[in-house]
């Protein structure tokens, strides 16, 4: 049974700090890129970061740049979003995506509201 478990959301200040993991079980995840979205109320989920199978390549959006960094531990089979300098319009909820050929596979998701 495939699972995407995302931890790590929740209310932070404007500034502030948050670090994401999403656990993944169920299927060979050091074959799988990894990927955060993000959906805002009103508004279209979007690509958040990127991280390839074996970390070598990361992209981001250029919203994140600079605030946010993305790792994955293949043993542990975790993604991480480390999210810095914190601001409003971060707010939403942000989902792991594991993707390899046509297997895709998502999380439930996690709340983070930035809000003073």
């Known amino acids: 049974q495939v699972q995407l478990v995302e931890s790590g959301g929740g209310l932070v200040q404007p500034g502030g700090s948050l670090r994401l993991s999403c656990a993944a079980s169920?299927?060979?995840?050091?074959?799988?890129?990894m990927s955060w979205y993000r959906q805002a109320p009103g508004k279209e989920r979007e690509l958040v970061a990127v991280?390839?199978?074996?970390?070598?390549?990361?992209n981001f959006a250029d919203s994140v740049k600079s605030r946010f960094t993305i790792s994955r531990d293949n043993v542990k089979k975790t993604v991480y979003l480390q999210m810095n300098s914190l601001k409003p319009e971060d707010t939403a909820v942000y989902y792991c995506n594991a993707a390899y050929l046509a297997y895709n596979y998502w999380g439930q998701g996690t709340q983070v509201t930035v809000s003073s």
């Open positions: 991280i390839s199978t074996t970390s070598s390549n990361t």
């Open positions: 169920g299927f060979t995840f050091r074959n799988y890129a």
